[in-house]
């Protein structure tokens, strides 16, 4: 069984920062051949895409609300994933999730592992 836990959330003021760790976990889990993005999904809103990284780290994707704001890592040995947010602001507001799919793609429905998620609430 995998496991993905999502950490670092909590309130934080407009233009302020957060970092979201991810931990991966599972007997049959192999970190490193999985691709690992971020999604959240803010209050009446659907899921949408926040960034991703490929198995390497060599690549990474972001959603152009958050281009140049946030950053994604990611620690192969600690087969743990990394979000850094900076220059929050309040429409960044949701609860934000962790997820591994064997190849990057942008439609959430393709993606094979989610964690509970971790909520963000940024204040104005």
């Known amino acids: 069984q995998v496991q993905l836990v999502e950490s670092g959330g909590g309130l934080v003021q407009a233009a302020g920062s957060l970092r979201l760790s991810c931990a991966a976990s599972?007997?049959?889990?192999?970190?490193?051949?999985?691709?690992m993005g971020w999604f959240r999904q803010a209050p009446g809103k659907e899921r949408e895409f926040v960034t991703a990284?490929?198995?390497?780290?060599?690549?990474?994707y972001y959603a152009d609300s958050v281009k140049g704001r946030f950053t994604i890592s990611r620690d192969n040995a600690k087969n743990t994933v990394y979000l850094q947010m900076n220059s929050l602001k309040p429409e960044d507001t949701a609860v934000y999730y962790c997820?591994?799919?064997?190849?990057?793609?942008?439609?959430?429905?393709?993606?094979?592992?989610w964690g509970q998620g971790t909520q963000v609430t940024v204040s104005s």
């Open positions: 990284i490929t198995r390497s780290g060599s690549s990474t």
């Open positions: 599972g007997r049959t889990f192999s970190f490193s051949r999985y691709a």
């Open positions: 997820a591994a799919a064997l190849n990057f793609v942008r439609d959430m429905r393709r993606w094979d592992f």
